[in-house]
């Protein structure tokens, strides 16, 4: 058997029993390999291209991979043999909205709608003679929206969705902050149409680790997998200490202390990291694949 459909049926049987996956926002620094070679890896099962930082409200669209390439120069539709690599191993390639910093906003329920269309032309099923990645068709929509109006993400998510029916899933993801409710994302959660959500447990110190006290990160996983209806939730990390202001885990203690209480939750579907730059800085994904 070719080792490639080997590694593909071992994460396959590994979900079927409950096993946890990683996923990893990739994009953001460019000494940080290429989208191949972060999947590449064997570590990862989602990978987030971070981020389409502008849209909405009129504007057109663009996307920033650091240093990655320029996609003023049409430099960015490399990225489609990456996208495509990552795929045969199984693993599930999302375009990341929003982020830290940006211009993003949705105006209208027809803004909403715009944005839709032109997200499914652009990068996922649909077609277009202007898409920033190349033709390889992304598996779906990660909204990490922090900045901006609140409104409409719940109309886009809606529309997003409404393209499942042309034969492909359109896969939803969302990054919300770990207060609950999420004033960006909440709306939107509460649809039922998300698929995985990585809560970003970190940055917030009510409801993250802090030395010795892992009571407020546990109460606030609870709170989260018992109140949104999605398919899977994840618990977001920083994978090393400088790549958050406040909330890194050590591996020893996530996988001693966090871990085991989580994973007991039907809706645990494993660890988000921010970001592969950082990972590959402090080794973290390496040292919980086989707890998580």
């Given at each position: 058997?070719?080792?490639?459909?080997?590694?593909?049926?071992?994460?396959?049987?590994?979900?079927?029993?409950?096993?946890?996956?990683?996923?990893?926002?990739?994009?953001?620094?460019?000494?940080?390999?290429?989208?191949?070679?972060?999947?590449?890896?064997?570590?990862?099962?989602?990978?987030?291209?971070?981020?389409?930082?502008?849209?909405?409200?009129?504007?057109?669209?663009?996307?920033?991979?650091?240093?990655?390439?320029?996609?003023?120069?049409?430099?960015?539709?490399?990225?489609?043999?990456?996208?495509?690599?990552?795929?045969?191993?199984?693993?599930?390639?999302?375009?990341?909205?929003?982020?830290?910093?940006?211009?993003?906003?949705?105006?209208?329920?027809?803004?909403?709608?715009?944005?839709?269309?032109?997200?499914?032309?652009?990068?996922?099923?649909?077609?277009?003679?202007?898409?920033?990645?190349?033709?390889?068709?992304?598996?779906?929509?990660?909204?990490?929206?922090?900045?901006?109006?609140?409104?409409?993400?719940?109309?886009?998510?809606?529309?997003?969705?409404?393209?499942?029916?042309?034969?492909?899933?359109?896969?939803?993801?969302?990054?919300?902050?770990?207060?609950?409710?999420?004033?960006?994302?909440?709306?939107?959660?509460?649809?039922?149409?998300?698929?995985?959500?990585?809560?970003?447990?970190?940055?917030?110190?009510?409801?993250?680790?802090?030395?010795?006290?892992?009571?407020?990160?546990?109460?606030?996983?609870?709170?989260?997998?018992?109140?949104?209806?999605?398919?899977?939730?994840?618990?977001?990390?920083?994978?090393?200490?400088?790549?958050?202001?406040?909330?890194?885990?050590?591996?020893?203690?996530?996988?001693?202390e966090i871990l085991p209480m989580i994973r007991k939750s039907p809706k645990y579907g494993g660890v988000m990291l921010w970001s592969k730059y950082w990972d590959d800085q402090?080794?973290?994904?390496?040292?919980?694949?086989?707890?998580?």
């Amino acid at each position: 058997m070719p080792l490639l459909l080997t590694l593909v049926l071992v994460q396959t049987c590994l979900a079927a029993v409950g096993g946890g996956g990683i996923a990893v926002y990739w994009g953001q620094n460019g000494n940080e390999g290429t989208l191949a070679q972060t999947c590449a890896t064997g570590r990862f099962s989602y990978v987030n291209i971070a981020f389409l930082y502008k849209f909405g409200n009129g504007q057109t669209p663009e996307i920033n991979l650091a240093g990655h390439c320029n996609p003023d120069s049409n430099g960015c539709i490399a990225v489609s043999d990456g996208i495509r690599r990552c795929q045969r191993r199984g693993i599930k390639v999302m375009l990341s909205l929003g982020g830290g910093v940006g211009s993003y906003s949705l105006a209208s329920k027809e803004d909403a709608n715009n944005v839709a269309a032109y997200l499914w032309n652009n990068f996922l099923g649909g077609s277009s003679t202007s898409r920033p990645l190349g033709y390889a068709v992304l598996d779906g929509i990660d909204f990490d929206i922090e900045l901006g109006s609140t409104l409409y993400w719940d109309d886009l998510a809606r529309y997003l969705k409404s393209y499942d029916g042309t034969g492909r899933k359109v896969y939803l993801t969302g990054a919300p902050q770990c207060p609950f409710p999420d004033s960006f994302l909440g709306s939107a959660l509460n649809t039922g149409l998300f698929d995985y959500v990585w809560v970003q447990f970190y940055n917030n110190p009510p409801c993250q680790y802090t030395s010795g006290n892992t009571g407020n990160i546990k109460n606030s996983w609870t709170r989260w997998t018992t109140s949104i209806n999605a398919g899977k939730i994840f618990l977001g990390l920083p994978a090393a200490p400088q790549a958050a202001g406040s909330g890194f885990i050590p591996p020893k203690v996530l996988a001693a202390e966090i871990l085991p209480m989580i994973r007991k939750s039907p809706k645990y579907g494993g660890v988000m990291l921010w970001s592969k730059y950082w990972d590959d800085q402090a080794g973290y994904s390496a040292s919980i694949k086989n707890r998580v």
